[in-house]
T-cell receptor, first 113, second 112 residues
Framework: QQQVKQSPQSLIVQKGGISIINCAYE??????FPWYQQFPGKGPALLIA???DVSEKKEGRFTISFNKSAKQFSLHIMDSQPGDSATYFC????????????WGAGTKLIIKP | NAGVMQNPRHLVRRRGQEARLRCSPV?????VYWYRQLPEEGLKFMVY????????ESGMPKERFSAEFPKEGPSILRIQQVVRGDSAAYFC??????????FGQGTRLTVV
C-alpha cells in the first residue's frame, strides 16, 4: 500500500514534442504529489507539486494531471527541449509528513535534438 | 548563498570500517533530512532531524546507522561496520520548516 509505480522506465522524445510520465499510488491517505528532476551527479530538485483538490496544475511548460478516482497522476512536458534530459521522479506522501515521501523508481528522459 | 553542501562526494570504505557523511544545510535552515538512493531506484527516507533533536528516524536501520544534527556544525550520518549492501548514494536535504526544500549533491558510498 506504500508503493508508487512509475512508468515508463525510459523515454526518448524529439525536440519540441510532449513528454508524458505516469505514476500510480495505492495509499488513499496520500495528499501531496511532487515531481522531482535529477541531473547526473546532482541531487533531486523539486519541479512541481499538486494536492488532490485540483485536477491539473501548470507551471510554464510543465503540467501535472491528477486523477483521484484512478489514483494516478502524470507529468507532461510541453515543447520538450534537450535541456530537459534528466531523470524524473514522482513521489507521494501525506502533507502532514511530507518528508516521508514514497518515491517512484524514476524515468530517464532523453530529448533528441 | 550556498545550497546544501555534502561531503565527501565520493567515499570508499572496506567492509567493517566506519563511514561518516556530512551535510551542511542552507544557512538558516534548521530542518535536515537524510535519504538513501540505490541504483535505478527512487530515494528512501531515513531520518528527519532538527537542531539537536531526532524528529523521525523510522526509516533508519535499527543497527549500525546513526544521525545527529548538533547545535553547531554539520549534520552527520554515521554508518558503523559497513557492508556491501550499504553501497548507495546518500542525499541530505534541508528546509526552514517541515518538508525537504533543497537537496545536496549526495555522497556516493562504495563498500569494497
Amino acid at each position: 500500500q506504500q508503493q508508487v509505480k512509475q512508468s515508463p522506465q525510459s523515454l526518448i522524445v524529439q525536440k519540441g514534442g510532449i513528454s508524458i510520465i505516469n505514476c500510480a499510488y495505492e495509499n488513499t491517505a496520500f495528499d501531496y504529489f511532487p515531481w522531482y528532476q535529477q541531473f547526473p551527479g546532482k541531487g533531486p530538485a523539486l519541479l512541481i507539486a499538486i494536492r488532490p483538490d485540483v485536477s491539473e496544475k501548470k507551471e510554464g511548460r510543465f503540467t501535472i494531471s491528477f486523477n483521484k478516482s484512478a489514483k494516478q497522476f502524470s507529468l507532461h512536458i510541453m515543447d520538450s527541449q534537450p535541456g530537459d534530459s534528466a531523470t524524473y521522479f514522482c513521489a507521494a506522501s501525506r502533507m502532514d509528513s511530507n518528508y516521508q515521501l514514497i518515491w517512484g523508481a524514476g524515468t530517464k528522459l532523453i530529448i533528441k535534438p | 548563498n550556498a545550497g546544501v553542501m555534502q561531503n565527501p562526494r565520493h567515499l570508499v570504505r572496506r567492509r567493517g570500517q566506519e563511514a561518516r557523511l556530512r551535510c551542511s544545510p542552507v544557512k538558516g535552515h534548521s530542518h535536515v533530512y537524510w535519504y538513501r538512493q540505490l541504483p535505478e531506484e527512487g530515494l528512501k527516507f531515513m531520518v528527519y532531524l532538527q537542531k539537536e533533536n531526532i524528529i523521525d528516524e523510522s526509516g533508519m536501520p535499527k543497527e549500525r546507522f546513526s544521525a545527529e544534527f548538533p547545535k553547531e556544525g554539520p549534520s552527520i550520518l554515521r554508518i558503523q561496520q559497513v557492508v556491501r549492501g550499504d553501497s548507495a548514494a546518500y542525499f541530505c536535504a534541508s528546509s526552514p520548516g517541515q518538508g525537504p526544500a533543497f537537496f545536496g549533491q549526495g555522497t556516493r558510498l562504495t563498500v569494497v
